[in-house]
């Protein structure tokens, strides 16, 4: 079909003329209201959700009868939010992990950042990051930074669960997505772990949990920070709920996945609450009014995406006004 002219561009006789004709051109009336590039505070685009760790767990241990890692790069389930498909939130995604006795999972780098908080391990479960073997227990977080070297493997006796947190969906958004397995496919230990920045281990955060609970002037959580940030695009963090006392509404521009790490609780979470326990995943998406409740204790795993909402200076708290 032959484009219009601009002569037929000038003879519209009308508006249906004009926008039949601004069609077949790849243009778009920008007056439109059909077409709104604006609106006056964020869209809900993804929904509060938790996922039931033991759910999770009962299927990897089936996936670990069904599928070894020849067949799978990585055994994992991934965390898709219920309104939309592949991602947990807009620059998150979530998925649970498992490895099993004897087992290796190949080293590779690429350019999403990701971390992983361990839920259930033995002594023997590691990865290995740049050539440095991180032992991997209940509790602890490790970074494997953009276009870090890294693998796993597990020398113990029980299967190794823990949960992934990456920020693909935000690397797709941009594009800049590069991947390369290791050329010897399974990276080598070359140094031994020595307070490695890549390795948040939970005894040293129940210290400063303790430490910062016993500085607190009350309050119903106590929050640390793990780096500072950890990673180029996602900021970590460890929450311990006090007993009893919900923690203050919070609205906020970010992304928040939440891990349990300890305990039991629920979230209330733009109007919907939900219940969780040790080993739950539970997601915030930005702009959604919550907060955090447990009768007895908790300690719940924050990652979110407020560097990046702080960097491009678009972080809001619920008033609307910059929270720089």
């Known amino acids: 079909?032959?484009?219009?002219?601009?002569?037929?561009?000038?003879?519209?006789?009308?508006?249906?003329?004009?926008?039949?004709?601004?069609?077949?051109?790849?243009?778009?009336?920008?007056?439109?209201?059909t077409a709104p590039s604006l609106w006056p505070e964020p869209k809900k685009t993804f929904s509060?959700?938790?996922?039931?760790?033991?759910?999770?767990?009962?299927?990897?241990?089936?996936a670990g009868r069904l599928i070894n890692t020849e067949?799978?790069?990585?055994?994992?389930?991934?965390?898709?939010?219920?309104?939309?498909?592949?991602?947990?939130?807009?620059?998150?995604?979530?998925?649970?992990?498992?490895?099993?006795?004897?087992?290796?999972?190949?080293?590779?780098?690429?350019?999403?950042?990701?971390?992983?908080?361990?839920?259930?391990?033995?002594?023997?479960?590691?990865t290995i990051v740049n050539g440095e073997k991180l032992?991997?227990?209940?509790?602890?977080?490790?970074?494997?930074?953009?276009?870090?070297?890294?693998g796993h493997g597990n020398e113990g006796r029980a299967c190794a669960y823990w949960l992934d947190v990456?920020?693909?969906?935000?690397?797709?958004?941009?594009?800049p997505m590069f991947f390369e397995p290791h050329p010897d496919e399974f990276e080598t230990e070359i140094k031994v772990a020595n307070n490695s920045p890549m390795h948040f281990a939970w005894a040293d955060t129940?210290?400063?949990?303790?430490?910062?609970?016993?500085?607190?002037?009350?309050?119903?959580?106590?929050?640390?920070?793990?780096?500072?940030?950890?990673?180029?695009?996602?900021?970590?963090?460890?929450?311990?709920?006090?007993?009893?006392?919900?923690?203050?509404?919070?609205?906020?521009?970010?992304n928040n996945v939440f891990g349990v790490v300890q305990g039991e609780g629920a979230t209330t979470a733009d109007g919907e609450t939900f219940q969780w326990r040790r080993g739950d995943v539970f997601v915030v998406p930005s702009w959604q009014e919550h907060t955090h409740h447990s009768a007895e204790g908790a300690v719940l795993f924050r990652a979110t995406d407020e560097p990046v909402m702080t960097k491009l200076g678009f972080l809001r708290e619920g008033n609307g006004k910059s929270a720089q």
Not at 48 to 57: I, L, P, S
Not at 78 to 100: C, E, K, W
Not at 220 to 228: N, Q, T, Y
């Open 166 to 175: 990456l920020d693909v969906p935000l690397v797709q958004l941009l594009d």
């Open 1 to 33: 079909m032959t484009s219009p002219s601009p002569q037929q561009f000038a003879q519209s006789g009308s508006l249906d003329e004009l926008y039949g004709k601004l069609g077949q051109v790849m243009m778009v009336p920008g007056w439109a209201k």
């Open 48 to 62: 509060a959700h938790r996922w039931d760790y033991a759910q999770a767990k009962g299927a990897l241990d089936a």
């Open 206 to 254: 129940q210290r400063r949990l303790a430490e910062a609970d016993a500085a607190s002037s009350g309050g119903a959580a106590v929050e640390i920070a793990l780096g500072d940030p950890a990673l180029d695009t996602m900021a970590l963090s460890m929450i311990k709920l006090k007993p009893g006392n919900a923690t203050p509404a919070r609205k906020v521009m970010a």
């Open 71 to 126: 067949l799978a790069e990585r055994r994992n389930l991934i965390l898709q939010n219920p309104a939309t498909g592949y991602a947990t939130s807009r620059t998150i995604v979530a998925a649970y992990q498992m490895i099993m006795p004897g087992e290796k999972a190949r080293s590779h780098r690429h350019t999403p950042n990701a971390l992983r908080l361990i839920i259930d391990a033995e002594p023997g479960a590691y």
């Open 135 to 150: 032992s991997m227990m209940p509790g602890d977080v490790v970074l494997t930074p953009n276009w870090c070297w890294h």
